[in-house]
């Protein structure tokens, strides 16, 4: 690859980071090629992108996109799931059963808002119920404590 093309490839890649509100990182050595397909398919239906990527020029990239704490995880074999309005814990269910089912790809961490995660706690993003389930759990709350439907704050 040509310095030219190498800009270029940075710049775009910079920019998808700067999109994207959650960033989960993996290891896939060992994975197949219809495996990685598989993995990219289930995660692009939940809105997000899943990407192999050159270390060194992630590593270019997340220093300017000012997320040199990605840099960290940059460590062997790396692909990242770029989530910008999809559901981040989908992404991280879907991932986190692909490494329980193969044994293979393993979670290396990943940047939520900003704020650096742990592989574990990219697992336990992975625990909570979906989006629309928790959606429900909130009105249900609401309903119960009586602030919709004539409840007590309505009285």
């Known amino acids: 690859m040509q310095r030219k093309d190498k800009e270029q490839v940075v ?13 989960i990182l993996a290891d896939y050595r060992g994975l197949s090629v219809g ?7 289930q995660i692009l239906a939940h809105g997000a992108r ?5 270390n060194t020029l992630t590593k270019r990239a997340a220093e300017e996109a ?6 960290a995880l940059l460590d062997g074999p790396t692909a990242i799931a770029f989530v910008g309005d999809g559901d981040m814990v ?8 692909t490494a329980r089912k193969t044994k293979i790809l393993s979670i290396k961490g990943g940047i939520m808002q ?13 625990s909570l119920p979906p989006y629309d389930v ?21 009285a």
């Open 11 to 23: 710049a775009e890649l910079a920019e998808r980071l700067r999109a994207s509100d959650t960033l």
């Open 35 to 41: 495996e990685l397909d598989d993995v990219r398919t």
């Open 50 to 54: 899943f990407s192999v990527v050159k």
């Open 66 to 71: 000012g997320l040199e704490t990605l840099t």
């Open 90 to 97: 989908a992404v991280a269910k879907t991932l986190n059963d």
């Open 114 to 126: 900003g704020a650096p995660l742990a592989a574990d706690q990219v697992v336990e993003l992975a």
């Open 134 to 154: 928790l959606q429900g759990q909130v009105l249900g709350a609401i309903v119960g404590l009586g602030v919709i439907g004539g409840g007590a704050f309505f």
